[in-house]
């Protein structure tokens, strides 16, 4: 029954976290660390196939803006890799504290976002800036460094739904790196992972089209709302 019950949190989880760009990834960890006090390396290795699968079909929908979404890359990769060295110097209560003040910072300017129908493309030092904090917190602790990259590109100006379209982009390839740092170190509990790869495969499955439908019906400023509040509660959360 648990192994089935880890399926059914995998799918709905794993279509939140695609359907909100990553940002929706503070629920899983939560899952994980909460209810099944799973270390975090778990819920980034465990997403990333749905992750993969997710990108794959809003690239089809033609959703990814992939001169953004590799401005950030080129930053948040390297960044994954320096936050994996230096994470044994840094003091857990210091890596906390800094990350909340961030995510919550972030969730509080897209809250109070008018959004804009044109990305600012000129905008490469933030766009860098975001990816360097993203990468630090998938390279340090194992966490999704979604959240940052959707408030970032929210932020930049894309609309909802491209944002989480390239977000989900973004994150594979900080998945791909923190999976491989992570993978060494022993704290992945299979047992528990395997029945939610598959939940959350499944999920991805269907988040595009979830996302498709919300965007014939112009919810985008609810779903802002919804990215913002996520934030700020994955900031509160880090603290405890």
């Given amino acids: 029954m648990s192994f089935i019950w880890l ?44 992750v ?13 803006n992939f001169h953004i979404g590799n401005q ?31 995510l919550m910072v972030l969730g ?34 194992g966490l999704s460094g979604g959240g940052p990259v959707l408030a970032g590109l929210l932020l930049l100006g894309l609309d909802t739904f491209h944002a989480t379209a390239t977000s989900t982009y ?13 993978l060494s170190s022993g704290q992945i509990d299979w047992a528990a992972g395997l029945p939610l790869i598959v939940g959350t495969i499944i999920g991805a499955l269907l988040a595009p089209l979830v996302v498709k439908f919300l965007s014939r019906k112009g919810h985008g400023r609810y779903l802002n709302r919804i990215v913002a509040l996520l934030l700020i509660f994955m900031g509160i959360k880090s603290l405890f």
């Fill in 7 to 50: 399926i059914f949190i995998g799918i709905i989880v794993g279509t939140f976290v695609i359907a909100l760009g990553g940002g929706g990834a503070a629920i899983y960890l939560g899952i994980l660390s909460s209810a099944f006090h799973l270390a975090p390396a778990t819920s980034l290795v465990t997403a990333l196939p749905s």
């Fill in 170 to 182: 973004v994150l594979v390839g900080m998945s791909l790196v923190g999976a491989a740092l992570h």
């Fill in 72 to 102: 950030m890359l080129l930053t948040a990769i390297p960044a994954v890799l320096v936050g994996a060295f230096i994470a044994p110097f840094i003091p857990t209560p210091v890596y906390r504290w800094v990350i909340a003040i961030i």
């Fill in 108 to 141: 509080i300017q897209i809250f109070f976002k008018r959004q804009s129908s044109q990305a600012n493309q000129a905008n490469h030092f933030a766009a860098a800036m975001y990816g360097i904090v993203s990468g630090l917190m998938v390279g340090i602790a």
């Fill in 52 to 64: 993969i699968i997710g990108t794959v079909g809003y690239i089809r929908q033609g959703k990814v």
